[in-house]
């Protein structure tokens, strides 16, 4: 009896190790499973609410007429905010914007993980230590036309046109500064709010951003083309452009 009581126990604990080992056991995952996609960042040009175009007149809110040539900007350093609030971040991200080249205001971010995300944000601008490590390639190239070489430092926003708010009617608003009080990189943030960015295996999901050129003449301050109308070194000038070029963008909607 105590023999057929041990046989008894030896069995089910047997049976209590092999279903603990069960589950234990991780479910298999397909073979070239996706874990990454793609999403698109579009930057669409107004000015107050008209469809703006290089080399076409404009009146600003100051009721000056502007008439602008070129537009380049960085954009740079973009992360993505998960539904649990932490910031997916992409390596290497250096993008130029130019109002010129219709491809470039689309830019398409590789190697996003699988997920939902409520918030985007960016910068203007190149950080710091990028300003710091001379000349490099890609977007970062000298050859873009944004670099300082007698400052070794990078231009952030290139804007260059006319307007006859100035006496020789020249305007070059050449944005940058990366240290100090005069640091000009402007940091953008969007929450989707209601909206969700939802990055799935074989998708690109698109957020659009409304870019209001005016503002960089009357964003959070007020710029007096009769005497700021020359912009080419960091600086105070340059600092005072880049706390406007922080209210040009806005969050617009998205495309799943």
């Known amino acids: 009896m105590q023999f057929k009581s041990y046989l008894f126990a030896v069995a ?9 080992t069960k589950e234990e056991t991780p479910a298999p995952t397909t073979p070239g499973a996706s874990t990454t996609a793609k999403f698109k960042l579009e930057f669409d040009h107004d000015f107050n609410g008209t469809l703006f175009a290089l ?49 470039s205001l689309i830019i398409e971010v590789d190697s996003v993980p699988l997920a939902d995300y409520k918030a985007v944000r960016y910068m203007i601008g190149v950080d710091s230590v990028r300003n710091f490590s ?15 070489s007698w400052n070794s430092g990078y231009i952030f926003l290139k804007l260059e046109g006319t307007t006859n708010a100035s006496a020789n009617r020249n305007l070059k608003f050449h944005v940058g500064g990366f240290t100090g009080a005069n640091a000009a990189q402007a940091k953008i ?14 998708s690109a999901p698109q957020v659009h951003v409304m870019v209001n050129v005016d503002k960089i003449f009357d964003g959070a301050t007020n710029i007096d083309l009769a005497t ?23 969050y617009d909607h998205i495309h799943n």
């Open 12 to 20: 089910a604990a047997a049976t209590l190790f092999t279903a603990c």
């Open 55 to 103: 080399n076409t007149p404009y009146v600003t809110r100051d009721n000056d007429s502007v008439n602008i040539s070129m537009l380049r900007y960085y954009v740079a350093n973009i992360q993505l905010q998960k539904a649990d609030g932490s910031w997916w971040t992409e390596n290497e991200s250096y993008y130029i914007v130019d109002a010129s080249q219709a491809a």
């Open 134 to 148: 001379g000349v490099q390639t890609g977007a970062l190239a000298p050859s873009n036309g944004m670099f300082w």
């Open 189 to 202: 943030e969007h929450t989707f709010g209601t909206s969700t960015l939802r990055v799935v295996a074989n």
């Open 228 to 250: 700021i109308n020359n912009v080419h070194m960091p600086g105070a000038a340059a600092k005072s452009v880049s706390l406007n070029i922080a209210t040009m963008f806005e």
